[in-house]
């Protein structure tokens, strides 16, 4: 078996050098138990059993830690140097060119002007000078003769005008009074801080949407060339071709004659176009009334008549075009339409 080994540790002792302080003593070393002799070579084949480790020496004390030194005191501050000598001065330079003119500066405000001298006392007014001597009257003549007319005596010599006294002197003028300073301008007051802006009203409730007045309308043209039998009291004038007539308005089996369903005001315009100028009239009938102011009544022959009106009209009125005025035979145009245009307004 494999002899029990004895194990030898050493302490070791560190120490730290703090400023100046004593260095610390060196621990001593201690021996820890002495190794075991040799056990005996085992037989073999078979490993002998680990022997058991020996109890290891306790550990040698650690040495007291040295003392830090005390801080050395802080050296005097050395002494200031002495100022240095003053360098030599340096030689002059020399003169710069000179510089060039200036301008001429702006001239002075005229000063102002001295006041004008006072004006002399008005002198004294001279005395008056004495009336001149009146000249004696003349003598009166002698009274003439019954029917001729006396002499008239000289007149006598005007006194001399006396002299003219000297303009006296003119008396000093007084002196302006200063003008009172102006008064400085008063602050203006502060602006007003802006009222605050009213709040948006709610938008109204959009009203119910109002009848289409406009559905009530009617076209109609004629382009086939009809031939028309004019009477004295008027025949209507059909009107068969490119209708458009939407609601509230109706057209007679003969397209000539309109009915009216609602009551309010229409814009009513026909256009008669023919194919030989003829000396007829042309107007619009309601109920069996010509319509003021849609008469075309020519003083010669023509090819065409139009006319429009704004008319109100009842509910149940009949509407047709005429033309009248003449016995004659009148044939519609096939390439300018004759045509009426019917709008209800309100």
Known sequence: ERGVKGRVEAAVCVWVDVGRGAQGAVGVAEVVGERGAAGVT???????????????GAAGATGAAGVAGATGATGVAGATG???????????????????TGEAGVTGATGVAGATGATGVAGATGATGEAGVTGATGVAGATGATGEAGVTG??????????????????????????????????????????ATGATGEAGVTGATGPNVTADFAYGANTSGTVINVLLGGADIPFPNAQDI??????????????????GNYYIAYSVNLTAALLVSSRLVLNGATVAGSTVAPLVGVTAFQANVIIPITAGSTLSVQLFGVLATATLSATAPTSITIIQLS
């Open 246 to 263: 939407g609601t509230g308005i109706t057209v007679n089996g003969a397209n000539d004659t309109f009915t009216f369903a609602n009551t």
């Open 82 to 100: 002495a100022t240095g000598e003053a360098g030599a001065t340096g030689a002059t330079g020399e003169a710069g060119a000179t510089g060039a």
């Open 42 to 56: 085992g037989a073999t084949g078979d490993a002998g059993e680990t022997g058991v480790t020996g109890v290891a």
């Open 154 to 195: 000289a007149t006598g010599v005007a006194g001399a005008t006396g002299a003219t006294g000297e303009a006296g002197v003119t008396g000093a003028t007084g002196v302006a009074g200063a003008t009172g300073a102006t008064g400085e301008a008063g602050v203006t007051g502060a602006t007003g801080i802006a009222g």
